[in-house]
T-cell receptor, first 113, second 113 residues
Framework: AQSVSQHNHHVILSEAASLELGCNYS??????LFWYVQYPGQHLQLLLK??????LVKGIKGFEAEFIKSKFSFNLRKPSVQWSDTAEYFC???????????FGTGTRLQVFP | EPEVTQTPSHQVTQMGQEVILRCVPI?????FYWYRQILGQKVEFLVS????????KSEIFDDQFSVERPDGSNFTLKIRSTKLEDSAMYFC???????????FGDGTRLSIL
């Protein structure tokens, strides 16, 4: 069965620190990959997506992610976090022939000024 | 930016009662989805809906669940006889196409007593 693992459950950083959140998935076929963010009290918002092409994708608010097919990974990065990045971050995978998104458990990021 | 809207934001229901959760997808979207998140667990896919029929459903989506698009704007999830374990956050999502990003609503928190 397909699954998504996010190894960091809770990350605490100071402003200006660099961020990398891990995401690994288990599925051997073609996949679409997503990172969603949920700010406190708000809905899930799409940060970035990978469908094909350049494995380094850039999203909103300075976030980027790199798809490494050989490692089944899609890690999220930001060089310098801000207090406003405090939120929960979800990695999600969709196999090419299906509708459903499979989510990881989420990573709670707290950024302190 | 157009949004997916869900009502109510919080629903409290007695076990065994029927509940209907409502969603208004983004107006030009054609694919509709329901997901749920039990407290402390992953966001899980329930069902996808296109062209007035279910296109995919998960094992969770048993005979107690049904979906409907009763008019041109609403998309509803009905649970016929609620159980304690149905307590969760229910998210509606919509997209323009099967392989396009899904846009999520704020969710309805369902509490079964």
């Amino acid at each position: 069965a397909q699954s998504v693992s996010q190894h960091n459950h809770h990350v605490i950083l100071s402003e200006a620190a660099s961020l990398e959140l891990g995401c690994n998935y288990s599925y051997g076929g073609t996949v679409n990959l997503f990172w969603y963010v949920q700010y406190p009290g708000q809905h899930l918002q799409l940060l970035l997506k990978y469908f094909s092409g350049d494995p380094l994708v850039k999203g909103i608010k300075g976030f980027e992610a790199e798809f490494i097919k050989s490692k089944f990974s899609f890690n999220l990065r930001k060089p310098s976090v801000q207090w406003s990045d405090t939120a929960e971050y979800f990695c999600a995978v969709r196999s090419y022939n299906t509708d459903k998104l499979i989510f990881g458990t989420g990573t709670r990021l707290q950024v302190f000024p | 930016e157009p949004e997916v809207t869900q009502t109510p934001s919080h629903q409290v229901t007695q076990m065994g009662q029927e509940v209907i959760l409502r969603c208004v997808p983004i107006s030009n979207h054609l694919y509709f989805y329901w997901y749920r998140q039990i407290l402390g667990q992953k966001v899980e896919f329930l069902v996808s809906f296109y062209n007035n029929e279910i296109s995919e459903k998960s094992e969770i989506f048993d005979d107690q669940f049904s979906v409907e698009r009763p008019d041109g704007s609403n998309f509803t999830l009905k649970i016929r006889s609620t159980k304690l374990e149905d307590s969760a956050m229910y998210f509606c999502a919509s997209s323009t196409g099967q392989n396009q990003p899904q846009h999520f609503g704020d969710g309805t928190r369902l509490s079964i007593l």
